[in-house]
């Protein structure tokens, strides 16, 4: 065979392969064998008729096209061979020419990455604290939510408590009629559209109201976006809520074992909230990280990698079956094309991200160890309990559980890494692995 490549742009080859006549005339002969059998032509059993009378009657194109369903896969394997092609999609076959027969194949390669002097990337890291006004909004939400709903002979105000009856009506499309439902009325707060919580207010147990009301453009019935409705409330109980004392007895409330004073209540909700705010911070500081590493890179990839991409979101919203992507895309009202072309970006991004790590864990020489991953079950074992730890080591025990952990552990070792990188506390002297190796080989 004579093969001509071509690199193309967005990692992808595109190869002319000629195809020496004497395989082209085999695979034609064989096709013929495989068809002839099958010919009926009037006047002779299935494979008596004369060649020249069968391959009239099949035609030299068709026999061709059989030739050609054996012959293309095998050329384009053994080309992947020669060439050291690392495809990471199907090819698509552009063009088939037969006299000569050539043989034109569009083929999607394994992405290029050249990170370029990632080791200046730097990340300003923002101060995590906790102030009063944190705590105290802290302890206010504790207060209410164990606080106390106490019937009171007074109108409605905002921040009660009701127990009323609600109906709403559209024309003659009756939409609510909920019975002694129980709900708050929070000032800024709609209750199911602008202006009834306001209608609410002021009005007294026993008392009841109609109103008219427009609904808005975006309720959550479509039918009845945009339309005036009519609402009748009744009221059976207005309560007030009382909150409890902002005192010792609260932080048993709360935890009645480990907590004995409202101090340590609050030096607890300071500890949370630093934790949490700091693992918030650390999460921000690893994302612009990355960010930066995809900024100051060269990346070429296929968009078949993209539609990858795609698929995987897909199926984390859908499933798996296409029954119910179908469902799905029914019942929002989308195509196909729409509904994948709003995850396009994410998935381009999220492409290159997975694509720089890949490539600095590789510079880095980053990898784990045999006692690395036996040392990540024991811990992830010893979490679950002697029986449910056993099973749990026995699952990750096999091929597959093994390289899980693998991969996990080589992608937190490479954002500590690159962390550590950002926050310019990489050494000078710790060479990536790439520059280590050219160095000893020179």
Do not use: C
């Not at 695979?27 to 060649?51: D, S, T």
């Not at 959550?220 to 009519?230: N, P, S, V």
């Not at 004392?245 to 101090?263: H, I, K, M, N, R």
């Not at 897909?314 to 029954?323: A, N, R």
């Amino acid at each position: 065979m004579k093969v001509t490549l071509e690199r193309l742009p967005e990692s992808r080859v595109q190869l002319a392969v000629e195809v020496d006549q004497e395989r082209v005339d085999k695979q034609f002969e064989a096709a013929y064998r495989r068809l002839a059998p099958k010919a009926r032509i009037p006047g002779f059993r299935p494979g008596k008729a004369p060649r020249q009378l069968v391959e009239r009657h099949l035609g030299r194109e068709r026999i061709m096209a059989e030739a050609l369903d054996k012959l293309v896969p095998d050329v384009y394997n053994e080309v992947l061979t020669s060439e050291q092609l690392d495809a990471v999609a199907q090819p698509s076959l552009d063009k088939v020419d037969l006299d000569p027969v050539v043989l034109t194949f569009t083929v999607p390669v394994r992405p290029t990455v050249e990170l370029g002097d990632y080791r200046s990337i730097r990340v300003e890291s923002q101060p995590v604290e906790v102030t009063d006004e944190d705590i105290a909004a802290e302890i206010m939400t504790i207060r209410k939510r164990h606080a106390t709903h106490v019937p009171v002979e007074r109108p409605a105000q905002w921040g009660d408590w009701l127990i009323a009856d609600i109906k709403a009506v559209a024309g003659d499309d009756e939409f609510i009629d909920d019975k002694e439902a129980e709900f708050s009325i929070r000032e800024g707060r709609p209750l199911v559209t602008e202006g009834l919580a306001e209608a609410i207010v002021g009005m007294s147990k026993g008392e009841t109201k109609t109103i008219d009301l427009k609904l808005p453009d975006d309720f959550q019935l479509e039918r009845l976006r945009g339309k005036d409705a009519t609402f009748t409330i009744t009221i059976h109980e207005v309560k007030e809520e009382q909150l409890p004392p902002e005192d010792d007895e609260l932080a048993g409330l709360v935890d009645s074992e480990g907590l004995d004073s409202l101090e340590a209540l609050k030096q607890r909700i300071r500890d949370n909230l630093l934790a949490i705010r700091q693992e918030e911070e650390d999460r921000r500081f690893r994302t612009a990280a990355i960010d930066a590493l995809v900024a100051g890179a060269q990346i070429e990839y296929p968009e078949v990698l993209v539609e990858h991409e795609i698929d995987h979101v897909v199926k984390d919203i859908t499933g798996t079956e296409m029954s119910q992507y179908a469902m799905h895309l029914q019942r929002i009202g989308r195509s196909e094309a729409e509904f994948r072309a709003q995850f396009r970006d994410a998935a381009a991004e999220r492409l290159k991200r997975g694509l720089v790590l890949a490539k600095l864990t590789e510079v880095e020489g980053i990898d784990v160890t045999s006692d690395d991953i036996d040392a990540e079950i024991d811990r992830l074992s010893e979490t679950l309990g002697q029986e449910d730890g056993a099973r749990f080591r026995e699952l990750l025990s096999t091929v597959e559980g093994i390289e899980s952990i693998r991969r996990t552990l080589i992608s937190q070792r490479t954002l500590e890494r690159l962390v550590t990188i950002a926050k310019g506390e990489a050494s000078a002297a710790e060479a990536p692995a790439a520059e280590a190796s050219e160095e000893e080989s020179v």
